[in-house]
């Protein structure tokens, strides 16, 4: 993914697929420190994504 493709991503309606490749690959740019701001700000937006989404719901109101 380009640095262009990156400012114009959308973490919120990305597949969780697509976030674990987009975090892979950021960590992967990192590992090899090539990554700047605009991949250090979509990682963390896609991480916060992902936990979000990972987090088991809550139920509102009472059952029965």
Do not use: C
């Amino acid at each position: 993914m380009t640095r262009y493709e990156m400012k114009r991503f959308d973490v919120a309606s990305a597949s969780t697929a697509e976030l674990i490749r987009l975090v892979a690959e950021i960590e992967a740019l990192n590992g090899a420190s090539l990554s700047g701001p605009i991949e250090e700000t979509l990682l963390v937006a896609a991480m916060a994504e992902l936990d979000a989404r990972l987090q088991p719901k809550k139920h509102s109101g009472s059952v029965g």
